[in-house]
């Protein structure tokens, strides 16, 4: 690629961003409605039963969870949701014949859902913060880490979006992979409660080291090694976005 179409690109996020920002009754305050029962419900129900986890109160051990989950999912719902949209809409010729490369398509696309994912992540954070005074012992790392979730998810999101040829099919891939990995990841529980052979499966869940990855950046706990949870991040950017992208130039499934 010789130069890049910013005019074209920022055009293009613009639109992903705004149209989710247009809808937040749709887009934003459900999780944030959702995490907050979570809390009341789980947490402060199961509680009476399960004290602590780690030397964490058991409702602070599960907000880290709840962040991921709200992150991941309210990403990778953006993209695929809106290249799906596009397709049985049949706008997407319009943008494929606009001056604008795959990778630049791409890139709009993807942004669009990390921004929504940071948003809806940073939220339940702040949630949190306020109804639990919970502890972020590493700020910084927090952001870059749900920065990078959004970012993998986003692009495994546009990756469902353009290999999808209806809401039945996307729905099926999100209802039977990204749901049940998500709960199966440890959000409301430590790996060490289950049996070893569960433990042994989680170990190859990667929303698991997703979980723990900020659930260390947050409360200083930590199932798995804090290094591999944040490598495992990094490498499903790159792997998703790679994969979204090339797809997106071959034009399977989407140039019909």
Known sequence: MSYINWIG??????????????????TILPSLISSALYILIFGFTLQQRISEIGGVPYTLFIIPGLIMMNTLTNASANTSSSMLQMKLLQQLPDILTAPLSSVEISLAYIIGGTVRGL?????????????LDMPIQQPVMTLIFIFLVSWAFSSMGLLLG?????WDQLAMMQNFFLTP???LGGIFYSVKMLPEWAQTLSFVNPIYYMINGIRHTTLGISDSSPTVSF?????????????AMIVMHSGKKIKQ
């Open 181 to 183: 990995l998500s709960f």
């Open 119 to 131: 948003v809806n992540g940073i939220l339940v954070l702040l949630l949190g913060v306020i109804l």
């Open 162 to 166: 353009q290999i999808a040829d209806s």
């Open 231 to 243: 490598l495992m991040a990094l490498l499903l950017t790159v792997l998703f976005t790679a994969l």
């Open 9 to 26: 690109l920022w055009t293009l996020i613009k639109r992903e961003v705004g149209r989710f920002f247009a809808v937040y009754r749709q």
